[in-house]
């Protein structure tokens, strides 16, 4: 197995020539890149009421059902932010939603959870995501839903998403591998 940075590396050359992409590839990529776009643009508008980012939402979730959690920690549970996702956390605690605390054998670990204004907005974003799973989810059956969540994992293997995902979403029947 080949271990990938980022989806935008190169592909390996197994025919020791360049050859385009065929025409289900460049179709399949961009059907990912409008889905992700049609579900950030409708995720952002159901959110624009509640003054937050996907990524902020996404934090306030994860936090809400796994805190409390070093940045570290958070940062392996997060899809929407690469990286350290430190500045969405300054902005939130900034706004009162998220609170840190030091821990209490260790003060220089410092612990992130929800404040109770955050720990209110929680219902209302439950609501978004659910209403965003069905919205994603309406057009396929259980086995379509099936079929598409593995060639995902597949298309991502190998890459740090696909760890968070792990992480986040476990499975026995993904193995991995290509």
């Known amino acids: 197995m080949t271990r990938r940075t980022s989806l935008a590396d190169p592909p390996v050359d197994v ?33 624009r009421p509640l003054g937050l980012t996907p990524a902020q939402a996404e934090i306030l979730l994860v936090l809400s059902r796994k805190a409390p959690l070093t ?13 350290s996702p430190s500045r969405l956390v300054d902005t939130l605690t900034k706004a009162g939603l998220v609170e840190r605390e030091p821990g209490r054998i260790d ?21 978004v995501d659910t209403a965003m799973d069905r919205m994603v989810g309406s057009g396929l059956s259980e086995e379509h839903r099936e079929i598409v969540i593995m060639a995902l994992r597949r298309v991502i293997d190998g890459t740090p998403s696909a ?4 992480e986040r979403f476990p499975r026995e029947d993904f193995t991995g591998g290509k």
Do not use: F, N
């Open 15 to 47: 025919g020791g020539h360049d050859s385009p992409p065929s025409t289900g590839d460049t179709e399949l990529r961009y059907l990912v890149l409008a889905a992700q776009r049609e579900g950030a643009r409708a995720m952002s508008a159901q959110l």
């Open 163 to 166: 760890a968070t995902i792990a």
């Open 107 to 127: 003060r220089r670990v410092i612990y992130l959870r929800l404040s109770t204004r955050g720990e209110e907005m929680i219902p209302q974003l439950r609501e």
């Open 71 to 83: 940045l570290a920690e958070l940062g392996r549970q997060v899809v929407c932010e690469s990286g």
